[in-house]
């Protein structure tokens, strides 16, 4: 039976579980560490689902009533951020048909009173003084019409709701990790936007009260860990714009909440370019998790293997179930991936992909079941580049 838990779905990694869970109720920052496809990733997304939710929010960006380059923050309780967004636009549709109304009304005095004493008196004075007030009714009209959707504020950052936010963050830039401010082409001219319109929130604010994941931590630059070092302490972090020459420069927000917990993860060749004082941060509030490559190759393990398969092909979805004889295949190449005897591979994103080219052949072949000689012919069909250019030459045709 595969467990509906993911934490339950990672195989082999005993310890990290055991770790994950209890970071997961103290809200503890993880630096996880291994080899691509030892189960970072989803160790990462069960956190988020052990998170318990304690005040869940969505988050409002309102406009400042004396200065629009700086937009006010406004927290309310998840859920009822779009009704604060609908309420404030009814609002404004209802000040702007009032208004519409009142000029047009106004307009339509202005031009009878203006026609009738031009006839009456003969004058084209009045003609002339009603088509200017006309032009200004008409302009304030312009400008003022504006001014109710202008304060409509925009709803930020809505919570999923039953769980605990899980942002992957994987190679953000800047703008889209921190949060950024959109250009705005029309500064004037009427036509402008609502800098409050323009604020775009970032991946740390995205997962405020959840997880926050960042995988292939090397490729966060240096300044971008200072951001992220400064907004895991204030727990908040303003947003600006972050594109040189853009209009978004000029705006900033208050400090928006991002009181998220942070997942890195990378190789063992990543940790020298981790910024020392996040390092030690995530060291002084967290846990420092390596993931294991292999494990032993005993009964309990064997079986979680045999689980793993069922897991793939339910997650697949486009594959048939494997026969007994199928999985002992898939054991025996986990035994040989691992390089050590009485050992068991761990990196199960590749055996995962021995278990789908296996699926596939069976389909082809039209089986019921996924049997081992599918399970043979996918071992030779999922070999890595390199070593087919090595059978390539041995063979003489390369």
């Given at each position: 039976t595969v467990p509906e838990a993911l934490i339950e779905q990672v195989l082999g990694q005993e310890d990290a579980c055991a770790i994950i869970r209890q970071a997961a109720k103290q809200r503890r920052h993880v630096l996880l560490v291994g080899e691509p496809g030892t189960g970072k990733s989803m160790l990462g997304q069960a956190m988020a689902e052990l998170i318990a939710i304690t005040h869940p929010e969505d988050i409002v960006v309102c406009p400042h009533p004396l200065d629009p380059t700086l937009p006010q923050i406004r927290c309310v309780p998840a859920g009822q951020g779009v009704r604060v967004v609908d309420a404030s636009r009814t609002r404004a549709y209802r000040a702007t048909q009032s208004l519409r109304f009142m000029v047009g009304t106004s307009l339509a005095?202005?031009?009878?009173?203006?026609?009738?004493?031009?006839?009456?008196?003969?004058?084209?004075?009045?003609?002339?003084?009603?088509?200017?007030?006309?032009?200004?009714?008409?302009?304030?009209r312009q400008h003022y019409l504006k001014t109710p959707a202008a304060m409509i504020p925009k709803l930020l950052v809505q919570h999923p709701g039953q769980h605990a936010p899980f942002v992957d963050a994987?190679?953000?830039?800047?703008?889209?990790?921190?949060?950024?401010?959109?250009?705005?082409?029309?500064?004037?001219?009427?036509?402008?936007?609502?800098?409050h319109h323009l604020v775009e929130a970032g991946a740390i604010h995205r997962a405020h009260s959840g997880v926050l994941y960042i995988d292939e931590v090397s490729l966060l630059g240096i300044e971008a860990q200072n951001h992220l070092l400064t907004a895991m302490q204030e727990r908040s972090f303003a947003i600006t714009g972050r594109s040189l020459g853009s209009s978004g420069t000029m705006v900033r927000t208050d400090p928006v909440p991002c009181d998220f917990v942070l997942v890195l993860a990378g190789n063992v060749t990543d940790l020298d370019k981790i910024h020392p004082a996040l390092r030690s941060r995530i060291r002084g509030y967290g846990y420092e998790i390596y993931t294991h490559a292999v494990m032993a190759d005993t009964p309990t393990h064997r079986w979680l293997l045999t689980r793993l398969v069922a897991q793939e092909v339910r997650r697949d979805g486009k594959i048939p179930h494997f026969s007994a004889a199928g999985v002992q295949a898939i054991l025996a190449a986990a035994r040989q991936r691992a390089g050590q005897p009485g050992k068991l591979s761990c990196r199960f994103r590749e055996l995962g992909g021995l278990i789908r080219i296996a699926g596939d052949v069976a389909v082809h072949a039209g089986a019921p079941l996924v049997q081992a000689c599918h399970v043979h012919t996918a071992l030779r069909w999922s070999l890595p580049i390199e070593e087919q250019m090595t059978i390539t030459k041995e063979q003489g045709h390369g």
């Amino acid at each position: 039976t595969v467990p509906e838990a993911l934490i339950e779905q990672v195989l082999g990694q005993e310890d990290a579980c055991a770790i994950i869970r209890q970071a997961a109720k103290q809200r503890r920052h993880v630096l996880l560490v291994g080899e691509p496809g030892t189960g970072k990733s989803m160790l990462g997304q069960a956190m988020a689902e052990l998170i318990a939710i304690t005040h869940p929010e969505d988050i409002v960006v309102c406009p400042h009533p004396l200065d629009p380059t700086l937009p006010q923050i406004r927290c309310v309780p998840a859920g009822q951020g779009v009704r604060v967004v609908d309420a404030s636009r009814t609002r404004a549709y209802r000040a702007t048909q009032s208004l519409r109304f009142m000029v047009g009304t106004s307009l339509a005095a202005l031009m009878i009173i203006s026609l009738y004493f031009t006839v009456r008196e003969a004058s084209l004075n009045y003609l002339i003084g009603g088509g200017f007030l006309i032009g200004m009714l008409l302009w304030l009209r312009q400008h003022y019409l504006k001014t109710p959707a202008a304060m409509i504020p925009k709803l930020l950052v809505q919570h999923p709701g039953q769980h605990a936010p899980f942002v992957d963050a994987t190679g953000l830039h800047a703008g889209a990790l921190l949060g950024d401010v959109r250009h705005d082409p029309y500064q004037s001219g009427g036509v402008e936007t609502a800098p409050h319109h323009l604020v775009e929130a970032g991946a740390i604010h995205r997962a405020h009260s959840g997880v926050l994941y960042i995988d292939e931590v090397s490729l966060l630059g240096i300044e971008a860990q200072n951001h992220l070092l400064t907004a895991m302490q204030e727990r908040s972090f303003a947003i600006t714009g972050r594109s040189l020459g853009s209009s978004g420069t000029m705006v900033r927000t208050d400090p928006v909440p991002c009181d998220f917990v942070l997942v890195l993860a990378g190789n063992v060749t990543d940790l020298d370019k981790i910024h020392p004082a996040l390092r030690s941060r995530i060291r002084g509030y967290g846990y420092e998790i390596y993931t294991h490559a292999v494990m032993a190759d005993t009964p309990t393990h064997r079986w979680l293997l045999t689980r793993l398969v069922a897991q793939e092909v339910r997650r697949d979805g486009k594959i048939p179930h494997f026969s007994a004889a199928g999985v002992q295949a898939i054991l025996a190449a986990a035994r040989q991936r691992a390089g050590q005897p009485g050992k068991l591979s761990c990196r199960f994103r590749e055996l995962g992909g021995l278990i789908r080219i296996a699926g596939d052949v069976a389909v082809h072949a039209g089986a019921p079941l996924v049997q081992a000689c599918h399970v043979h012919t996918a071992l030779r069909w999922s070999l890595p580049i390199e070593e087919q250019m090595t059978i390539t030459k041995e063979q003489g045709h390369g």
